[in-house]
């Protein structure tokens, strides 16, 4: 009886150490099946993290495209060369300091003309150009966008297109639009060797849209600044290259002026006069595109007391 005892409880014992390792077996598996769980939906996080990341990606590359078109389009169409101007200077130089010229239209030679069209979704540019033994022409370049500035004091300051030759890494001409119907083309050129001052050349082309009406007041590009004078004073000082000066009517008398003239434009001598000092002409030099008119069609009169002197001088001015 004492043996068969022992031999049962002996079998209990086995029975329950076979059901806790079977328990510990299926925790475990539990445990696992959790963690797998886990990781399949740590994955499916990263999945949706890389899948976000690339949308955006996709969806800022096509924001920037769509941007692209909406400004190539813009230009689209043909554009008429109609005056150029030209800075030279030094390396460093701001525009403002350099000397410059202009020039315009048939006046000066210019003939020119710039077509952008779109072809299977890519936009291209055409352009020919001619100025006195000078001629230029490239087709079918590629045009994209570039969201900077064309050169520091354009009036554009968001973006500009450049149109490259790809095969020889070369720029064809760079461009941007400054009002609906005007182009501005700027190229820029360091001259000098190495261990001497460099010279600064810019040049600014200007087109209008062929068709456009601004086509038939091409003569107002030559001035930059229109200024309205009443006195003499006013009128010395506005003296300038591509410079349209509205004279209120009235009289304008040199001799009566006796303040000194600071224009770099005007070298003057002083007189006595009737026994007063004053001026008995001046002499403009080194203008180019000046235009003086009365407003509203009046009437204006300048004067010099000097019965045989000119009452304006003009040297080594144009136009």
Known sequence: MKKKLMLLMLLMMCGLTA????????????????????????????????????????????????????????????????CRKTYSGTEGDELEDMESSFFIGNNDDLYGFVEFYEEDGVWYADISESQYEYYHESYHFPAEVVNTPLYEQCENQDWH??????????????????????????????????DEEKWKYVDIRTYLRDGSEDLEHVDDLCYEKTVTVSDIGELLEAIDNNTKIILKPGDYDISAYSEEIN?????????????????????????????????????????????????????????
């Open 19 to 82: 059901c806790s390792q079977d328990q510990d077996k299926t925790g475990d598996k539990a445990q696992k099946k959790t963690e797998d769980t886990d990781e399949e939906e740590d994955d499916e996080d990263t999945d949706e993290e890389t899948g976000s990341s690339k949308k955006k990606k996709k969806d800022k590359k096509k924001d920037k495209e769509d941007s692209s078109v909406k400004e190539l389009k813009q230009l689209e169409g043909g554009w008429q060369y109609v």
């Open 161 to 194: 297109v450049s149109v490259r030759n790809k095969r020889k890494d070369a720029s064809v001409f760079e461009a941007t639009l400054v009002d609906e119907n005007k182009l501005v083309l700027y190229s820029e050129s360091i001259y000098g060797e190495e």
């Open 263 to 319: 224009n770099p434009k005007i070298s003057a001598y002083k007189e006595t006069l009737d026994g007063r000092e004053g001026y008995g002409s001046v002499y403009i030099h080194d203008v180019s595109y000046l235009y003086l008119e009365v407003e509203g069609g009046g009437k204006a009169e300048i004067s010099v007391d000097t019965p045989y002197s000119a009452v304006l001088y003009f040297n080594d001015c144009d136009r």
